[in-house]
Protein backbone atom coordinates (compact mmCIF):
# COMPACT_ATOMS: atom_id res chain seq x y z
CA UNK A 1 0.00 0.00 0.00
CA UNK A 2 1.11 2.95 -0.88
CA UNK A 3 2.38 4.91 2.17
CA UNK A 4 0.51 8.78 2.30
CA UNK A 5 -2.41 6.50 1.73
CA UNK A 6 -2.01 3.80 4.54
CA UNK A 7 -1.08 6.75 6.96
CA UNK A 8 -4.68 8.47 6.00
CA UNK A 9 -6.57 5.27 6.49
CA UNK A 10 -5.02 4.87 9.62
CA UNK A 11 -5.86 8.45 10.69
CA UNK A 12 -9.56 7.90 9.50
CA UNK A 13 -10.03 4.52 11.17
CA UNK A 14 -8.49 5.39 14.28
CA UNK A 15 -10.24 8.36 14.68
CA UNK A 16 -13.54 6.73 13.91
CA UNK A 17 -12.82 3.99 16.84
CA UNK A 18 -11.81 6.95 19.43
CA UNK A 19 -15.63 8.14 18.61
CA UNK A 20 -16.83 4.88 19.18
CA UNK A 21 -15.26 4.93 22.27
CA UNK A 22 -15.87 8.23 23.78
CA UNK A 23 -18.81 9.48 21.91
CA UNK A 24 -21.49 8.19 24.23
CA UNK A 25 -19.43 8.60 27.31
CA UNK A 26 -19.48 12.30 26.27
CA UNK A 27 -23.43 12.29 25.36
CA UNK A 28 -23.82 10.86 28.75
CA UNK A 29 -21.79 13.54 30.14
CA UNK A 30 -23.65 16.39 28.34
CA UNK A 31 -27.07 15.31 29.08
CA UNK A 32 -26.64 15.64 32.59
CA UNK A 33 -26.39 19.09 32.59
CA UNK A 34 -29.56 19.27 30.37
CA UNK A 35 -32.59 21.13 31.45
CA UNK A 36 -34.98 18.62 30.21
CA UNK A 37 -35.44 15.39 32.34
CA UNK A 38 -36.45 13.47 28.67
CA UNK A 39 -32.56 13.04 28.27
CA UNK A 40 -32.77 13.10 24.16
CA UNK A 41 -33.16 16.99 23.36
CA UNK A 42 -31.09 19.21 24.66
CA UNK A 43 -32.96 22.32 26.13
CA UNK A 44 -30.51 24.08 28.28
CA UNK A 45 -27.50 24.26 31.33
CA UNK A 46 -28.63 23.26 34.69
CA UNK A 47 -26.78 21.69 37.83
CA UNK A 48 -29.85 20.82 39.13
CA UNK A 49 -29.43 17.15 38.91
CA UNK A 50 -26.57 17.37 40.62
CA UNK A 51 -28.08 19.19 43.49
CA UNK A 52 -30.86 16.35 43.51
CA UNK A 53 -28.36 13.65 44.38
CA UNK A 54 -26.96 15.39 46.95
CA UNK A 55 -30.83 15.35 48.50
CA UNK A 56 -30.73 11.58 47.54
CA UNK A 57 -30.53 9.71 50.91
CA UNK A 58 -30.05 6.76 49.05
CA UNK A 59 -26.94 7.66 46.84
CA UNK A 60 -25.10 9.97 49.67
CA UNK A 61 -25.16 6.40 51.76
CA UNK A 62 -23.93 4.30 48.52
CA UNK A 63 -21.34 6.81 48.27
CA UNK A 64 -20.32 6.17 52.17
CA UNK A 65 -20.60 3.19 51.64
CA UNK A 66 -18.47 3.00 48.24
CA UNK A 67 -15.21 4.87 49.87
CA UNK A 68 -15.55 2.72 53.19
CA UNK A 69 -14.98 -0.46 51.40
CA UNK A 70 -12.36 1.02 49.09
CA UNK A 71 -10.05 2.37 51.77
CA UNK A 72 -10.06 -0.50 53.83
CA UNK A 73 -9.84 -2.77 50.85
CA UNK A 74 -7.29 -0.74 49.28
CA UNK A 75 -4.86 -0.65 52.37
CA UNK A 76 -5.34 -4.37 53.10
CA UNK A 77 -4.93 -6.20 49.58
CA UNK A 78 -1.86 -3.86 49.26
CA UNK A 79 0.01 -4.08 52.57
CA UNK A 80 -0.64 -8.20 51.71
CA UNK A 81 -0.12 -7.84 47.83
CA UNK A 82 3.19 -6.00 48.87
CA UNK A 83 4.41 -8.40 50.91
CA UNK A 84 3.84 -11.30 48.90
CA UNK A 85 4.76 -9.56 45.52
CA UNK A 86 8.41 -9.33 48.08
CA UNK A 87 8.56 -12.85 49.22
CA UNK A 88 7.60 -14.37 45.85
CA UNK A 89 10.09 -12.17 44.57
CA UNK A 90 13.01 -13.23 46.82
CA UNK A 91 12.06 -16.81 47.72
CA UNK A 92 11.98 -19.92 45.60
CA UNK A 93 9.74 -22.41 47.98
CA UNK A 94 7.75 -25.32 47.45
CA UNK A 95 4.25 -24.82 45.67
CA UNK A 96 5.22 -21.65 44.49
CA UNK A 97 3.68 -22.46 41.38
CA UNK A 98 0.71 -23.17 43.30
CA UNK A 99 0.13 -19.93 44.76
CA UNK A 100 1.13 -18.27 40.90
CA UNK A 101 -2.45 -20.57 40.30
CA UNK A 102 -4.31 -18.81 43.28
CA UNK A 103 -3.32 -15.37 42.00
CA UNK A 104 -4.29 -16.01 38.29
CA UNK A 105 -7.74 -17.20 39.15
CA UNK A 106 -9.79 -13.87 40.24
CA UNK A 107 -7.77 -12.68 36.46
CA UNK A 108 -9.11 -15.18 34.57
CA UNK A 109 -12.39 -16.61 35.80
CA UNK A 110 -15.64 -14.72 34.91
CA UNK A 111 -15.99 -12.50 38.01
CA UNK A 112 -19.46 -13.58 38.58
CA UNK A 113 -18.23 -17.46 39.69
CA UNK A 114 -16.27 -15.43 42.00
CA UNK A 115 -19.35 -13.57 42.79
CA UNK A 116 -21.25 -16.71 43.31
CA UNK A 117 -18.68 -18.75 45.18
CA UNK A 118 -18.06 -15.84 47.92
CA UNK A 119 -22.07 -15.25 48.41
CA UNK A 120 -21.96 -19.47 49.64
CA UNK A 121 -18.96 -18.97 51.30
CA UNK A 122 -20.43 -16.03 53.53
CA UNK A 123 -23.88 -17.44 54.28
CA UNK A 124 -22.46 -20.86 54.77
CA UNK A 125 -19.81 -19.42 57.91
CA UNK A 126 -23.03 -17.69 58.76
CA UNK A 127 -21.10 -14.10 58.16
CA UNK A 128 -24.16 -11.62 57.84
CA UNK A 129 -23.93 -9.94 54.05
CA UNK A 130 -22.91 -6.08 54.22
CA UNK A 131 -19.51 -4.08 54.57
CA UNK A 132 -17.47 -6.61 56.32
CA UNK A 133 -17.83 -8.82 53.37
CA UNK A 134 -17.56 -6.16 50.93
CA UNK A 135 -14.58 -5.74 51.75
CA UNK A 136 -13.20 -9.24 52.23
CA UNK A 137 -14.33 -9.63 48.67
CA UNK A 138 -12.51 -6.36 47.26
CA UNK A 139 -9.41 -7.24 48.96
CA UNK A 140 -9.66 -11.18 47.56
CA UNK A 141 -10.09 -9.66 43.71
CA UNK A 142 -7.51 -6.61 44.31
CA UNK A 143 -4.12 -8.89 45.75
CA UNK A 144 -3.39 -10.47 42.03
CA UNK A 145 -3.41 -6.61 40.69
CA UNK A 146 -1.54 -5.22 43.51
CA UNK A 147 1.42 -8.27 43.04
CA UNK A 148 2.10 -7.89 39.34
CA UNK A 149 2.24 -4.29 39.91
CA UNK A 150 4.55 -4.39 42.64
CA UNK A 151 6.67 -7.14 40.96
CA UNK A 152 7.06 -5.62 37.72
CA UNK A 153 8.59 -2.91 39.81
CA UNK A 154 11.12 -5.49 42.16
CA UNK A 155 12.10 -6.87 38.41
CA UNK A 156 14.13 -3.48 38.01
CA UNK A 157 15.41 -3.22 41.71
CA UNK A 158 19.42 -3.75 42.25
CA UNK A 159 19.77 -6.59 44.94
CA UNK A 160 23.05 -5.53 46.03
CA UNK A 161 21.44 -2.52 47.87
CA UNK A 162 20.46 -4.70 50.37
CA UNK A 163 23.18 -6.69 50.70
CA UNK A 164 25.29 -3.71 51.05
CA UNK A 165 22.83 -2.25 53.77
CA UNK A 166 22.69 -6.06 55.53
CA UNK A 167 26.99 -6.21 55.51
CA UNK A 168 26.65 -3.06 57.25
CA UNK A 169 25.07 -4.30 59.89
CA UNK A 170 21.12 -3.24 59.24
CA UNK A 171 19.06 -5.71 60.25
CA UNK A 172 16.07 -7.19 57.92
CA UNK A 173 13.51 -5.06 59.42
CA UNK A 174 15.66 -2.15 58.69
CA UNK A 175 17.03 -2.91 55.33
CA UNK A 176 13.43 -3.40 54.10
CA UNK A 177 12.15 -0.11 55.21
CA UNK A 178 15.40 1.70 54.95
CA UNK A 179 16.34 0.38 51.65
CA UNK A 180 13.82 -1.85 49.52
CA UNK A 181 10.75 -0.18 50.60
CA UNK A 182 11.46 3.60 49.10
CA UNK A 183 12.46 2.14 46.20
CA UNK A 184 9.31 0.13 45.31
CA UNK A 185 7.17 2.63 46.89
CA UNK A 186 6.36 4.03 43.17
CA UNK A 187 5.00 0.20 42.34
CA UNK A 188 2.91 0.52 45.43
CA UNK A 189 1.25 3.32 44.94
CA UNK A 190 0.22 2.41 41.84
CA UNK A 191 -0.92 -1.06 42.99
CA UNK A 192 -2.91 0.79 45.52
CA UNK A 193 -4.68 3.25 42.89
CA UNK A 194 -5.08 0.09 40.77
CA UNK A 195 -6.81 -1.43 44.35
CA UNK A 196 -8.68 1.58 44.81
CA UNK A 197 -10.29 2.01 41.33
CA UNK A 198 -11.21 -1.90 40.73
CA UNK A 199 -13.51 -1.42 44.15
CA UNK A 200 -14.71 1.92 43.19
CA UNK A 201 -16.13 0.18 39.86
CA UNK A 202 -16.89 -3.12 40.84
CA UNK A 203 -20.39 -3.95 39.83
CA UNK A 204 -20.65 -7.81 39.45
CA UNK A 205 -19.07 -9.53 42.37
CA UNK A 206 -20.17 -6.22 45.23
CA UNK A 207 -23.72 -7.54 43.74
CA UNK A 208 -24.08 -10.70 45.06
CA UNK A 209 -21.90 -9.98 48.50
CA UNK A 210 -23.56 -6.72 49.22
CA UNK A 211 -26.33 -6.79 51.64
CA UNK A 212 -29.55 -4.60 51.49
CA UNK A 213 -28.07 -2.35 53.41
CA UNK A 214 -24.70 -1.99 52.03
CA UNK A 215 -25.43 -0.62 48.51
CA UNK A 216 -21.99 0.89 47.23
CA UNK A 217 -22.18 3.65 44.05
CA UNK A 218 -21.90 1.49 41.09
CA UNK A 219 -24.91 -1.30 42.48
CA UNK A 220 -26.66 2.12 43.57
CA UNK A 221 -26.75 3.10 39.48
CA UNK A 222 -27.55 -0.60 38.50
CA UNK A 223 -30.77 -0.52 40.35
CA UNK A 224 -31.44 3.17 39.55
CA UNK A 225 -31.14 2.32 36.06
CA UNK A 226 -33.29 -0.87 36.23
CA UNK A 227 -36.41 1.90 37.26
CA UNK A 228 -35.33 3.91 33.91
CA UNK A 229 -33.48 6.39 32.22
CA UNK A 230 -32.73 9.65 34.38
CA UNK A 231 -30.84 12.78 34.24
CA UNK A 232 -29.54 11.99 37.76
CA UNK A 233 -28.32 8.81 36.68
CA UNK A 234 -26.07 10.73 34.12
CA UNK A 235 -24.98 13.25 37.15
CA UNK A 236 -24.08 10.33 39.15
CA UNK A 237 -22.28 8.53 36.88
CA UNK A 238 -20.54 12.02 35.80
CA UNK A 239 -19.16 11.93 39.67
CA UNK A 240 -18.20 8.59 39.44
CA UNK A 241 -16.64 8.50 36.00
CA UNK A 242 -14.12 11.72 36.83
CA UNK A 243 -13.52 10.04 39.92
CA UNK A 244 -12.03 7.08 39.04
CA UNK A 245 -10.43 8.68 35.59
CA UNK A 246 -8.46 10.85 38.04
CA UNK A 247 -7.29 8.09 40.08
CA UNK A 248 -6.63 5.83 37.01
CA UNK A 249 -4.53 8.52 35.22
CA UNK A 250 -2.37 9.42 37.89
CA UNK A 251 -1.93 5.21 38.56
CA UNK A 252 -0.67 5.28 34.78
CA UNK A 253 1.30 8.23 34.82
CA UNK A 254 3.36 6.33 37.83
CA UNK A 255 3.18 3.14 35.79
CA UNK A 256 4.64 4.60 32.85
CA UNK A 257 7.43 6.31 35.40
CA UNK A 258 9.15 3.61 36.52
CA UNK A 259 8.84 1.27 33.66
CA UNK A 260 11.39 4.31 31.93
CA UNK B 1 26.35 -12.34 49.33
CA UNK B 2 25.10 -16.25 50.38
CA UNK B 3 25.53 -15.10 53.90
CA UNK B 4 23.18 -12.38 52.99
CA UNK B 5 20.52 -14.26 51.55
CA UNK B 6 20.41 -17.16 54.24
CA UNK B 7 19.51 -14.73 56.53
CA UNK B 8 16.69 -13.20 54.51
CA UNK B 9 15.81 -16.87 54.24
CA UNK B 10 15.19 -17.40 57.87
CA UNK B 11 11.67 -16.24 58.95
CA UNK B 12 11.10 -13.80 55.79
CA UNK B 13 9.13 -16.54 53.27
CA UNK B 14 6.47 -16.43 56.23
CA UNK B 15 6.02 -13.32 57.33
CA UNK B 16 5.99 -11.93 53.56
CA UNK B 17 3.85 -14.80 52.37
CA UNK B 18 1.52 -16.23 55.07
CA UNK B 19 -0.69 -13.51 55.01
CA UNK B 20 -1.11 -13.61 51.13
CA UNK B 21 -1.74 -17.42 51.31
CA UNK B 22 -3.97 -17.69 53.96
CA UNK B 23 -6.23 -14.83 52.79
CA UNK B 24 -6.01 -16.68 49.11
CA UNK B 25 -7.12 -19.87 50.72
CA UNK B 26 -9.81 -18.82 52.43
CA UNK B 27 -11.53 -16.23 50.48
CA UNK B 28 -10.70 -17.83 47.16
CA UNK B 29 -9.93 -21.82 47.21
CA UNK B 30 -12.32 -22.21 50.07
CA UNK B 31 -15.22 -20.56 48.48
CA UNK B 32 -14.44 -22.67 45.21
CA UNK B 33 -14.26 -25.75 46.40
CA UNK B 34 -17.62 -25.01 48.02
CA UNK B 35 -19.41 -24.48 44.76
CA UNK B 36 -18.05 -27.45 43.91
CA UNK B 37 -18.92 -29.12 46.38
CA UNK B 38 -22.71 -27.47 46.19
CA UNK B 39 -23.23 -28.25 42.66
CA UNK B 40 -23.32 -31.91 43.75
CA UNK B 41 -25.80 -31.32 46.42
CA UNK B 42 -29.80 -31.43 46.23
CA UNK B 43 -31.91 -28.47 46.41
CA UNK B 44 -34.01 -27.97 49.92
CA UNK B 45 -37.73 -27.52 49.71
CA UNK B 46 -37.67 -23.87 50.89
CA UNK B 47 -34.35 -23.05 49.11
CA UNK B 48 -32.08 -24.55 51.68
CA UNK B 49 -29.21 -26.97 50.50
CA UNK B 50 -30.16 -30.57 51.33
CA UNK B 51 -26.69 -32.74 51.94
CA UNK B 52 -27.25 -35.65 49.47
CA UNK B 53 -24.92 -36.69 47.09
CA UNK B 54 -26.41 -36.62 43.25
CA UNK B 55 -25.91 -35.46 39.68
CA UNK B 56 -29.35 -34.35 39.00
CA UNK B 57 -27.79 -30.77 38.75
CA UNK B 58 -25.76 -31.03 35.69
CA UNK B 59 -28.29 -33.69 34.16
CA UNK B 60 -31.00 -31.12 34.26
CA UNK B 61 -28.54 -28.98 32.20
CA UNK B 62 -29.07 -31.36 29.40
CA UNK B 63 -32.38 -30.10 29.05
CA UNK B 64 -32.92 -28.39 25.68
CA UNK B 65 -33.83 -25.08 27.32
CA UNK B 66 -31.04 -25.01 29.02
CA UNK B 67 -28.39 -25.97 26.22
CA UNK B 68 -29.78 -23.20 24.74
CA UNK B 69 -29.24 -20.64 27.15
CA UNK B 70 -25.50 -22.38 27.02
CA UNK B 71 -25.27 -21.86 22.93
CA UNK B 72 -26.81 -18.82 22.61
CA UNK B 73 -24.26 -17.68 25.49
CA UNK B 74 -21.32 -18.85 23.94
CA UNK B 75 -22.55 -17.71 20.18
CA UNK B 76 -23.04 -13.99 21.76
CA UNK B 77 -19.32 -14.58 23.27
CA UNK B 78 -17.92 -15.53 20.49
CA UNK B 79 -19.59 -12.96 18.27
CA UNK B 80 -18.46 -10.01 20.57
CA UNK B 81 -14.76 -11.60 20.05
CA UNK B 82 -14.69 -11.70 16.30
CA UNK B 83 -15.89 -8.27 16.13
CA UNK B 84 -13.84 -6.87 18.86
CA UNK B 85 -10.60 -8.86 16.75
CA UNK B 86 -12.04 -7.41 13.23
CA UNK B 87 -12.44 -3.97 14.52
CA UNK B 88 -9.43 -3.97 16.74
CA UNK B 89 -6.29 -5.65 14.80
CA UNK B 90 -6.54 -2.73 12.48
CA UNK B 91 -6.27 -0.16 15.13
CA UNK B 92 -3.68 -1.87 17.19
CA UNK B 93 -1.80 -2.35 13.88
CA UNK B 94 -2.08 1.54 13.24
CA UNK B 95 -0.93 2.86 16.84
CA UNK B 96 2.11 0.11 16.90
CA UNK B 97 3.44 2.24 13.64
CA UNK B 98 2.14 5.74 14.37
CA UNK B 99 5.32 7.71 15.66
CA UNK B 100 6.51 6.72 18.84
CA UNK B 101 6.11 10.05 20.78
CA UNK B 102 2.50 9.54 20.20
CA UNK B 103 2.17 5.62 20.33
CA UNK B 104 1.82 5.93 24.33
CA UNK B 105 -0.96 9.19 24.04
CA UNK B 106 -3.14 6.99 21.75
CA UNK B 107 -3.09 3.51 23.75
CA UNK B 108 -3.50 5.72 27.20
CA UNK B 109 -6.49 6.58 25.20
CA UNK B 110 -7.90 3.58 25.14
CA UNK B 111 -6.97 2.48 28.57
CA UNK B 112 -9.30 5.51 29.95
CA UNK B 113 -12.66 4.04 28.88
CA UNK B 114 -11.34 0.38 30.30
CA UNK B 115 -10.62 2.51 33.51
CA UNK B 116 -14.08 3.99 33.59
CA UNK B 117 -16.86 2.09 35.36
CA UNK B 118 -18.43 -0.60 32.81
CA UNK B 119 -22.35 -0.27 34.21
CA UNK B 120 -22.12 3.59 33.06
CA UNK B 121 -20.62 2.70 29.92
CA UNK B 122 -23.62 0.47 29.24
CA UNK B 123 -26.10 3.17 30.52
CA UNK B 124 -24.51 5.48 28.14
CA UNK B 125 -25.45 3.19 25.02
CA UNK B 126 -29.04 2.71 26.83
CA UNK B 127 -29.32 6.42 26.41
CA UNK B 128 -28.24 6.29 22.82
CA UNK B 129 -30.65 3.54 21.99
CA UNK B 130 -33.63 3.23 23.69
CA UNK B 131 -37.05 4.63 21.91
CA UNK B 132 -36.93 7.65 23.08
CA UNK B 133 -32.98 8.04 23.14
CA UNK B 134 -30.46 10.06 21.44
CA UNK B 135 -30.36 8.54 18.27
CA UNK B 136 -33.91 8.27 17.20
CA UNK B 137 -35.14 11.34 19.14
CA UNK B 138 -32.42 13.61 16.44
CA UNK B 139 -32.57 10.97 13.08
CA UNK B 140 -36.87 11.78 13.92
CA UNK B 141 -36.36 15.81 14.24
CA UNK B 142 -33.87 15.55 10.71
CA UNK B 143 -36.68 13.30 9.13
CA UNK B 144 -34.61 10.70 8.40
CA UNK B 145 -37.39 8.11 10.41
CA UNK B 146 -40.86 8.74 10.59
CA UNK B 147 -41.16 6.20 12.92
CA UNK B 148 -38.45 5.49 16.08
CA UNK B 149 -36.44 2.47 15.53
CA UNK B 150 -35.88 -0.29 17.88
CA UNK B 151 -32.50 -0.99 18.47
CA UNK B 152 -32.39 -1.89 22.23
CA UNK B 153 -33.57 -5.20 24.16
CA UNK B 154 -32.49 -7.80 21.25
CA UNK B 155 -29.56 -9.58 20.78
CA UNK B 156 -27.65 -6.76 18.76
CA UNK B 157 -27.82 -4.46 21.91
CA UNK B 158 -26.38 -7.04 24.08
CA UNK B 159 -23.39 -7.33 21.33
CA UNK B 160 -22.82 -3.50 21.13
CA UNK B 161 -22.71 -3.32 24.85
CA UNK B 162 -20.13 -5.92 25.58
CA UNK B 163 -17.89 -5.14 22.41
CA UNK B 164 -18.15 -1.75 23.65
CA UNK B 165 -17.19 -3.12 27.06
CA UNK B 166 -14.37 -5.28 26.67
CA UNK B 167 -13.32 -3.44 23.53
CA UNK B 168 -9.60 -2.65 25.67
CA UNK B 169 -9.07 -6.21 26.37
CA UNK B 170 -7.95 -7.03 22.65
CA UNK B 171 -6.40 -3.73 21.89
CA UNK B 172 -3.95 -4.33 24.63
CA UNK B 173 -2.25 -7.76 24.14
CA UNK B 174 -2.52 -7.32 19.74
CA UNK B 175 -0.75 -3.92 20.67
CA UNK B 176 1.88 -5.61 22.48
CA UNK B 177 2.25 -8.44 20.20
CA UNK B 178 2.27 -6.35 16.82
CA UNK B 179 4.60 -3.23 18.23
CA UNK B 180 6.96 -5.99 18.85
CA UNK B 181 6.95 -7.50 15.07
CA UNK B 182 10.18 -6.39 13.52
CA UNK B 183 9.35 -4.60 10.59
CA UNK B 184 12.38 -6.20 8.41
CA UNK B 185 10.51 -8.98 8.12
CA UNK B 186 8.45 -7.54 5.75
CA UNK B 187 10.49 -5.70 4.36
CA UNK B 188 12.42 -9.12 3.16
CA UNK B 189 8.85 -11.05 2.45
CA UNK B 190 7.81 -7.56 0.22
CA UNK B 191 12.04 -7.47 -1.60
CA UNK B 192 11.33 -11.71 -1.80
CA UNK B 193 7.99 -10.79 -3.95
CA UNK B 194 5.41 -10.60 -1.89
CA UNK B 195 2.68 -8.50 -2.11
CA UNK B 196 1.46 -6.79 1.06
CA UNK B 197 -1.26 -9.28 1.38
CA UNK B 198 0.72 -11.81 1.27
CA UNK B 199 3.33 -10.42 3.55
CA UNK B 200 0.37 -9.80 5.75
CA UNK B 201 -1.21 -13.17 5.41
CA UNK B 202 2.32 -15.44 5.88
CA UNK B 203 4.71 -13.28 8.37
CA UNK B 204 2.52 -10.47 10.28
CA UNK B 205 -0.74 -12.72 11.33
CA UNK B 206 1.65 -15.68 12.17
CA UNK B 207 3.90 -13.68 14.43
CA UNK B 208 1.02 -12.14 15.86
CA UNK B 209 -1.03 -15.00 16.79
CA UNK B 210 -0.18 -14.73 20.36
CA UNK B 211 -1.45 -11.51 20.62
CA UNK B 212 -4.96 -12.52 18.66
CA UNK B 213 -4.94 -15.45 21.11
CA UNK B 214 -4.46 -13.66 24.15
CA UNK B 215 -6.65 -10.81 23.34
CA UNK B 216 -10.21 -13.11 22.43
CA UNK B 217 -9.50 -15.32 26.21
CA UNK B 218 -9.09 -11.81 27.36
CA UNK B 219 -12.62 -10.84 25.43
CA UNK B 220 -14.74 -14.46 25.25
CA UNK B 221 -13.71 -15.28 29.18
CA UNK B 222 -15.27 -12.36 30.83
CA UNK B 223 -18.51 -11.88 28.53
CA UNK B 224 -19.71 -14.87 29.96
CA UNK B 225 -20.54 -13.51 33.23
CA UNK B 226 -21.09 -10.16 32.48
CA UNK B 227 -24.62 -10.60 33.78
CA UNK B 228 -26.07 -7.06 34.16
CA UNK B 229 -25.31 -5.55 30.12
CA UNK B 230 -27.93 -8.70 29.18
CA UNK B 231 -30.53 -7.29 32.25
CA UNK B 232 -30.00 -4.12 30.93
CA UNK B 233 -29.74 -4.51 26.98
CA UNK B 234 -31.09 -7.52 26.07
CA UNK B 235 -34.55 -7.08 28.05
CA UNK B 236 -36.26 -10.13 28.97
CA UNK B 237 -36.31 -12.20 25.47
CA UNK B 238 -32.52 -12.44 25.82
CA UNK B 239 -31.61 -14.62 29.10
CA UNK B 240 -27.33 -15.78 29.42
CA UNK B 241 -25.90 -18.56 30.92
CA UNK B 242 -24.88 -15.43 33.06
CA UNK B 243 -28.51 -14.33 34.02
CA UNK B 244 -29.26 -17.46 34.78
CA UNK B 245 -26.09 -18.39 37.64
CA UNK B 246 -27.64 -15.14 38.84
CA UNK B 247 -31.24 -15.62 38.81
CA UNK B 248 -30.57 -19.07 40.64
CA UNK B 249 -28.95 -17.56 43.02
CA UNK B 250 -31.20 -14.29 44.22
CA UNK B 251 -34.79 -15.38 42.67
CA UNK B 252 -35.15 -18.82 42.28
CA UNK B 253 -32.69 -19.88 45.14
CA UNK B 254 -31.63 -23.35 43.39
CA UNK B 255 -28.12 -23.32 45.00
CA UNK B 256 -26.75 -26.33 43.45
CA UNK B 257 -27.67 -25.72 39.78
CA UNK B 258 -26.52 -22.53 39.93
CA UNK B 259 -23.36 -23.78 41.24
CA UNK B 260 -23.41 -26.38 39.33
CA UNK B 261 -23.77 -23.54 35.96
CA UNK B 262 -20.82 -22.09 37.31
CA UNK B 263 -19.13 -25.06 37.22
CA UNK B 264 -19.57 -24.69 33.65
CA UNK B 265 -17.73 -21.75 32.93
CA UNK B 266 -14.88 -22.64 35.79
CA UNK B 267 -14.25 -25.37 32.78
CA UNK B 268 -14.89 -23.49 29.88
CA UNK B 269 -12.06 -21.11 31.01
CA UNK B 270 -9.97 -24.08 32.58
CA UNK B 271 -10.29 -25.94 29.38
CA UNK B 272 -9.48 -22.24 27.50
CA UNK B 273 -6.47 -21.26 29.06
CA UNK B 274 -4.95 -24.56 28.85
CA UNK B 275 -5.24 -24.54 24.98
CA UNK B 276 -3.79 -21.17 25.22
CA UNK B 277 -0.70 -22.22 27.10
CA UNK B 278 -0.24 -25.69 25.28
CA UNK B 279 -0.64 -23.34 21.65
CA UNK B 280 1.07 -20.36 22.61
CA UNK B 281 3.72 -21.95 25.42
CA UNK B 282 4.48 -19.10 27.75
CA UNK B 283 2.56 -16.99 29.93
CA UNK B 284 4.18 -13.96 28.58
CA UNK B 285 2.08 -12.49 26.63
CA UNK B 286 -1.12 -12.64 28.16
CA UNK B 287 0.19 -9.69 30.69
CA UNK B 288 -1.42 -7.06 29.63
CA UNK B 289 -0.44 -4.87 32.63
Redesign the interface.
Known amino acids: MNSAVFRWTSMVYSFLIYLFLYVPILILIVFSFNDSKLNAVWTGFTLKWYGKLLQNQGVLEATKNSLYVAFFSTVISTMIGTLAAVGMYRYSFKGKSVLDGLLYIPVVIPEIVLGVALLAFFVMIKMPLGLLTLVLAHITFSIPFVVVVVKARLEGFDRSLEEAAMDLGANQLQTFLKITFPVIFPGILAGALMALTLSLDDVIISFFVAGPSSTTLPLKVFSMVKFGVSPEINALSTILLLFVITIAVTAEKLRIKQEK | ?1 LS ?1 TG ?3 TG ?2 L ?3 S ?3 I ?3 T ?6 L ?2 IL ?1 SFFKRGTYGDINYVFTLENYIRMMDPLYLKILWVSLVISLATTVVCLL ?1 GY ?2 A ?3 A ?2 PKKFR ?1 L ?1 L ?6 F ?14 L ?1 T ?3 I ?2 YLM ?1 LGIIHQPLTMLYNQGSVLVGLV ?1 TL ?1 PFMILPLYASIEKLDSSYLEAAGDLGAT ?1 WQAFLRVTLPLTMPGIIAGSLLVF ?2 T ?5 IP ?2 MGGSKTMLI ?1 NL ?2 NQ ?2 TARD ?1 PF ?2 AL ?1 II ?2 VI ?1 LVL ?1 YAYIRVVGSKKDT ?1 V ?1
Do not use: C, H
Request: hydrophobic share 60%; glycine share 4%.
Open positions: MARWLGPWTLPVIFMVFLALPLLVVLPFYFIRALLMLIVVPWTNSLVRTYAWIILREGVNTQYFPIPLGYFFDLSIKFLWGSSLITIEF
